[in-house]
């Protein structure tokens, strides 16, 4: 999402603009981090009574590039959530003069890319409402492509398999990229989180 275009759609072009924009991301420290473990967690087989591992994590990552400087990057993941969904939310900020002041400060507009368990885009924009009065009313606009284009695809390892036989390297990490990444959370590994609690079942801590 953050990346530029590649010049050419061969995979070393792609994986060039990868590793380019993690060079711009700030290494993280614990501040970055939050960590969290489900309740219950430590009554699961295998599991040391004492265990800090976490199942949820929410970090918050900052690209020191022209395009990217001062937008925040948040990324979440867990276990036990409420839904299991893979999706980019942008944000949109606010506009420098709000027209909807008397009627108190709408919520932001939002653009939703959901890769995970269907394939959907859906928008939810202020818009004027209907009359006189000066009101922001949400409006909520969704496309399913996956339904539109003619269903799901193939599995996600069935498609890696496929690009491993295929030698297409696109979606394959490279060593640099690999290295960048340790670069960036090397320092909130040494500076660890304090873990927080969550129930199962909810968005997390």
Known sequence: LAMEPPVSGDSNALRDE???????????????????????????????????????????????????????????????????VTEARVVLREPPQDLFA???????????????????ISMTMQAKAPGQEMRAEGLDLTVDYGEALGGDGPDPYERLIGDAIDGDLRLFARQDSVEEAWRIIHGALDDAAPIYTYERGSWGP
């Open 18 to 84: 990868v590793v380019k924009v993690m060079k711009a991301v700030q290494p993280l420290t614990g501040e970055d981090v939050i960590r969290g473990q489900y309740r219950g967690y430590l009554d699961e087989p295998n599991v040391a009574s004492d265990s800090d591992t976490e199942t949820f994590a929410a970090v918050n990552l900052r690209i020191d590039n022209w395009r990217w400087a001062g937008v925040p990057f948040c990324i979440r993941a867990g276990k036990g959530m409420a839904e299991t």
């Open 102 to 120: 008397p009627a108190g400060k709408p919520p932001p507009n939002i653009i939703n890319f959901r890769m995970k368990p269907d394939d959907v």
